[in-house]
């Protein structure tokens, strides 16, 4: 669920994870702070090493003696990859920041052959060309890696090898049925649409399951939402369209299912997500000619944004039940919560706060919650309720988290009734607050500017408890059985 994606674009990678000479870069030229902001982060998987890039990309320029690797085109962001960072880097890096590593397999100008090389490469123990290879490049042990993605957004004409929903299906299908007899263990992620207005949404999904639903174990989704417009009541009600989007891709996988009378259900992968300033993309692409990790949609993220993104791991929690796999879109520097400098510091951006307190609190089992209370109205999205919220109870503590947001202008009370889990007392009241200041920021010279604030703890009196929620607030409200935890 507190998933994180990193692609060879702009300085996620170079500049970003791997900065050769930096003042805290380790032996393999992975940067140490970066690493100790990613475990603060509570990352749990990372998706790598695409994106738009997996499309055109070959996995073997990416291995082997540095000197040796050589520097390509990168056709999907107009860069030039110099390949001194490869998928044994990565899985140095994943094993250094305590992550699982989730890799994806180009299906746009590649295929079947080429997928089957890479896993061969990576999680078959030896006594083969490529298993022999990753040995003799100095990783002894197969990888193991479990996750895989067939491809990334081929629905989307500006992909390097757009396919039809059919001629994706019949690829990733074969590819599926060849990757598993290599290793049975691993878990397939089929590609669904690349966000929820393309014009073959839900048409593609289900073309693209009638092929693969008996090989793959998931089907992806990616969405991102963009405050360009200064529309902020829309913005803060961007999981409106989120929870639709799963809903709705959810009901696509179940039809065909009946249709083909599975039993097991597909699970989704929301494998990219985030707040976006999409505008800003095509003036970052225009203004230059082929260069090497240029600076790429760096965008600054605004206490609003913050909000936007605790709201997003609301709905993402919510349908845990079917949401199997959530991957932030990115980790470092491109839209990301984390920021660095090129031989200086990284810092914290204002969205690294509740994906941080989601990854370390949301530990046991989502409970639904239904609030009742006030909505309003917004231009994007019609009529919404202008209060969300999820809980997560943990079975081994006792304790209770609730996770509510106000999407909303004006102060709200929330009232919550805690009879069904008795005993409980109030531990603590975090929010990150946008009213006052929507479109504060952290800065390199203010890098604590927009963080969440401890409030008034919350009190229990007979089962019920009740707290203020701020307009345009993302809180954490925490609750324990008191022999379990000192507040």
């Not at 490049?137 to 757009?162: F, K, M, S, T």
């Not at 202008?386 to 996770?403: H, I, N, Q, R």
Request: hydrophobic share 40%; charged share 25%.
């Amino acid at each position: 669920m507190f998933g994180s994606f990193i692609e060879h674009m702009g300085r996620c990678v170079y500049g970003g994870v791997y900065e050769p000479g930096h003042p805290t870069a380790d032996e393999d030229g992975l940067r140490r702070d970066v690493l100790e902001l990613t475990r603060e982060l509570g990352v749990s998987v990372v998706r790598y090493p695409g994106g738009n890039f997996v499309s055109g990309y070959r996995w073997e320029d990416g291995v082997g003696p540095a000197a040796d690797r050589p520097r390509r085109l990168d056709l999907a962001w107009k860069t030039i990859e110099t390949n001194a960072f490869g998928l044994d880097e990565f899985m140095r890096w994943a094993r250094a920041a305590d992550v699982e590593p989730m890799m994806a397999v180009n299906l746009g100008t590649r295929g079947v052959q080429e997928a089957c090389d890479l896993l061969e490469y990576a999680n078959h123990p030896g006594g083969t060309h490529f298993s022999d290879l990753r040995r003799k490049y100095g990783a002894e042990e197969p990888y193991g890696i479990r996750l895989w993605c067939l491809g990334n957004e081929l629905d989307g004409p500006w992909q390097v090898g757009h396919k039809t929903a059919d001629e994706y299906g019949r690829l990733a299908a074969k590819t599926a049925r060849a990757m598993k007899m290599i290793d049975p263990s691993v878990s397939l992620v089929a590609c669904g649409s690349s966000n929820r207005g393309m014009p073959t949404f839900a048409a593609w999904e289900a073309t693209v399951l009638e092929h693969t639903y008996e090989h793959v174990d998931y089907i992806s989704a990616h969405t991102y939402y963009d405050p360009s417009d200064g529309d902020r009541p829309s913005i803060l009600a961007s999981a409106v369209d989120m929870d639709a989007f799963i809903r709705e891709v959810v009901a696509t996988a179940d039809h065909v299912a009946a249709k083909q009378r599975h039993k097991r259900r597909l699970m989704v992968s929301f494998d990219e997500w985030n707040v976006w300033y999409q505008q800003r993309l095509q003036a970052d692409l225009g203004r230059r000619g082929w260069v090497e990790a240029p600076a790429l949609i760096e965008d600054t993220f605004t206490a609003t944004d913050a909000v936007v993104v605790g709201d997003l791991l609301v709905t993402l929690l919510r349908h845990a039940d079917r949401v199997g796999v959530a991957c932030q879109a990115q980790l470092v520097n491109v839209i990301a919560p984390i920021r660095t400098i090129n031989g200086g510091p990284a810092r914290r951006q204002s969205i690294f706060h509740p994906f941080a307190l989601n990854a370390r609190y949301a530990r046991g089992t989502v409970l639904r919650t239904e609030p009742v209370g006030p909505s309003h109205d917004t231009a994007r999205y019609g009529e919404v309720s202008s209060v969300d919220t999820v809980a997560v109870y943990d079975e081994e503590t006792g304790g209770l988290v609730v996770f509510a947001v106000n999407r909303g202008g004006d102060d709200i009370r929330l009232d919550i009734d805690l009879r069904g889990l008795p005993g409980l007392a109030g531990a603590e009241h975090l929010a990150l607050d946008a009213g006052t200041e929507p479109d504060a920021v952290n800065t390199a010279d203010d890098p604590d500017r927009v963080v969440p604030r401890a409030r008034e703890r919350p009190s229990v009196d007979a089962g019920r408890s009740a707290v203020r929620l701020l307009p345009a607030s993302w809180n954490l409200i925490r609750y324990h059985l008191p022999t379990s935890e000192t507040p």
